[in-house]
């Protein structure tokens, strides 16, 4: 009964977080701006690839691109049975989304400049 209660506080505080957040962005940014940088984003050769990729993350992912404002690149295990490590993008707003993950530092780099997402300095 107490581990219920415990995952229903965690839940309904988890949710109106994520409310909270969502009201500031969107009071923030104008609806018909917030709109046209979505549509923006989505036509991009990396909308097309994440969509392939990772379909029920798809809104998530846009959404954190239509908002962020900057990015972090590491040299990430992509926790494959390979033990492979990749160059991890990761979003201000939630550094635990990888947006992208590439082979090479130099794609990574290249794939924030062609987005227009700006890379931390120092991060690489």
Wanted: aromatic residues 12%; hydrophobic residues 45%.
């Amino acid at each position: 009964m107490r581990v219920a209660a415990d995952f229903h506080f965690y839940f309904t505080a988890k949710r109106q977080f994520l409310d909270s957040i969502s009201v500031i962005t969107s009071k923030s940014v104008p609806l018909f701006l917030q709109s046209s940088a979505m549509q923006d984003i989505e036509k991009t050769e990396w909308a097309r690839r994440f969509k392939a990729g990772a379909p029920y993350q798809y809104e998530e992912a846009l959404a954190i691109a239509a908002r962020l404002s900057w990015v972090v690149l590491e040299h990430r295990d992509d926790h494959s049975a390979k033990g492979d490590c990749l160059w991890a993008i990761l979003p201000d707003v939630n550094p635990e989304f990888w947006l992208d993950a590439l082979p090479t530092k130099d794609e990574a780099v290249a794939l924030c400049r062609a987005m227009v997402w700006t890379i931390k300095e120092g991060s690489v």
